[in-house]
């Protein structure tokens, strides 16, 4: 069942059974370069970061979810 299930796995995402289910605005970000689309969620992460920087120095939950902003910009 194991083999099946791993064969039927790449199967799907080889023949892109995945993009299916996506709505036109996924299937316009996968249509535009890969640099574009990088770039755009870096912008976005660093707009979350500075907001979160802003209040660095209120309190422990600030700093805290200051950490958390810059670990998943840095992922």
Known sequence: ???ALVLQFSRWLLTAGWRDGLDEAGQE?????????????????????????A?????????HRTRIAAKKMRY
Do not use: I
């Open 55 to 63: 209040h660095l120095e209120e309190n422990d939950r600030a700093r």
């Open 1 to 3: 069942r194991y083999t």
């Open 29 to 53: 970000a996968l249509s535009q370069a890969l640099y574009r689309y990088a770039r755009q969620m870096l912008r976005r992460d660093e707009k979350r970061l500075n907001k979160r920087g």
